[in-house]
């Protein structure tokens, strides 16, 4: 099992910046991808980015992908995700996903990730 705790999130007015982290942790040996997803009140839990074990490969869904970076420590296992220009409709819980995959390929499911943190608020006033 792998361990995934997020931090990060908070009150910001539009227009301004976040950056969340995600600190994963589980075998020694492993590779696993990470990704962030949101979920605000009464609707699906939507992906937002995702990226490699390596930090080689990333995707950001096109909602946020010309304002939202998403990147990783690797020595660290910790990925980060660098929200600027920040609007009310980004309000939500947001999540950090982890699974083991050594490859490039960025899954975009929710079920497809079998390990999750806890949540941190992000909440985004106008």
């Known amino acids: 099992q792998v361990h995934v705790v997020e931090s990060g999130g908070g009150l910001v007015q539009a227009g301004g910046s976040l950056r969340l982290s995600c600190a994963a942790s589980?075998?020694?040996?492993?590779?696993?991808?990470m990704a962030w997803f949101r979920q605000a009140p009464g609707l699906e839990r939507e992906f937002v980015a995702g990226?490699?074990?390596?930090?080689?490969?990333?995707h950001c869904a096109d909602s946020v992908k010309d304002r939202f970076t998403i990147s990783r420590d690797n020595a660290k296992n910790t990925a980060y995700l660098q929200m600027n220009s920040l609007k009310p409709e980004d309000t939500a819980v947001y999540y950090c996903a982890a699974r083991y995959y050594s490859g490039t390929y960025i899954f975009t499911g929710s079920n497809e990730y079998p390990f999750w943190g806890q949540g941190t608020q992000v909440t985004v006033s106008s």
């Open positions: 589980g075998r020694t040996v492993s590779r696993y991808a």
């Open positions: 990226i490699s074990w390596n930090g080689d490969t990333s």
